[in-house]
């Protein structure tokens, strides 16, 4: 069975109802694949402007499903490395470095960001 680590605006996307998020997610439940995200991720969805009450429910709603990867010494380690080799942002080292030490494969919308990482599976939304 296959697990996940979900990129930021994946879960964003799914928020917004839009059908190809939403069908990753119907496709997840089905076959009870893992699904983990960062705190970084977490805290990207918090930061999130003009939100309303509704999207707080939802966002917390949601988070229930996930385990969420506080980002230990390793994960530390294994993203400081992501930083220095690839020239990524941090919190892209980190989202990545989680899938990483997981071993799940990383669902994003910006493949490019990631597409250089070795060893970093892929799967684009």
């Not at 119907?26 to 930061?47: G, N, R, V």
């Not at 949601?62 to 380690?77: G, H, K, Q, T, Y």
């Not at 493949?111 to 250089?116: E, G």
Request: proline letters at 4%; glycine letters at 4%.
């Amino acid at each position: 069975m296959p697990s996940y680590t979900l990129d930021t605006n994946v879960v964003i996307y799914f928020l917004k109802q839009e059908q190809t998020a939403v069908h990753f997610f119907e496709e997840t439940a089905k076959s009870f694949s893992p699904l983990f995200i960062s705190t970084i991720t977490e805290l990207e969805l918090w930061s999130y402007p003009g939100m309303s009450e509704d999207d707080e429910q939802k966002i917390e709603e949601l988070l229930r499903i996930f385990a969420i990867m506080v980002p230990d010494s390793r994960i530390a380690r294994v993203g400081g490395l992501l930083r220095r080799q690839y020239g990524i942002k941090t919190p892209d080292a980190v989202i990545a470095a989680t899938a990483l030490v997981t071993g799940t494969t990383l669902v994003t919308r910006n493949v490019r960001d990631f597409a250089r990482i070795a060893d970093l599976s892929l799967r684009a939304l």
